[in-house]
């Protein structure tokens, strides 16, 4: 027998799971869905829209993020949960760090989507790897102007930290 608890869960993750289908029904990207519930209300919704709007960050994570955010009206999601149809990616994963929920449910996992075509792998290689090592190699140029800004900013008295 279920749990109250378990069974709003199941009912979040099904909507996550509609979401990745009107998605990609609609021809929007990826199968991929999110949804961003507040005191069992959903406050943002999301699915995939990389292709659609020509937005590699455009993961059904973070266009429920930016559309919760957006609603509430703050950066961070606390108190939030983020439902997902499937194991965030590292970038959509680095969004939901800083978003801060205090929980992340998924459904699909890493693997599962990697036999659809969908292999973020390569990515979490690359991330282990040493910054020396990597395909895109970041390069450091010395700009003395470069820390003007981050000097104002330890000095600025109305900052809202994050």
């Known amino acids: 027998m279920?749990?109250?608890e378990q069974k709003r869960i199941r009912k979040f993750m099904r909507i996550a799971v509609e979401l990745s289908q009107e998605g990609m029904r609609k021809?929007?990207?990826?199968?991929?869905?999110?949804?961003?519930v507040k005191n069992n209300r959903i406050v943002g919704r999301g699915f995939n829209r990389v292709t659609s709007g020509n937005d590699p960050t455009a993961h059904a994570e973070v266009v429920a993020i930016r559309d919760a955010c957006k609603r509430l009206?703050?950066?961070q999601l606390d108190g939030c949960e983020l439902f997902t149809s499937c194991e965030p990616c590292p970038m959509c994963l680095g969004a939901?760090?800083?978003a801060?929920?205090?929980a992340v449910y998924y459904a699909n996992t890493r693997k599962d989507a990697a036999r659809i075509g969908f292999d973020d792998k390569f990515i979490y290689d690359e991330i282990n790897k040493s910054i020396t090592r990597r395909r895109?190699?970041?390069k450091k140029v010395n700009l003395k102007e470069a820390?003007?800004?981050f000097k104002e900013w330890q000095k600025k008295n109305n900052k809202t930290k994050y």
């Not at 021809?27 to 961003?36: L, T």
Request: net charge positive.
């Open 136 to 138: 895109y190699k970041l």
């Open 147 to 149: 820390k003007g800004p």
């Open 96 to 98: 939901i760090y800083w």
């Open 27 to 36: 021809n929007k990207g990826g199968p991929f869905g999110a949804g961003i």
């Open 2 to 4: 279920k749990t109250i």
């Open 73 to 75: 009206r703050t950066f």
């Open 100 to 102: 801060r929920p205090k």
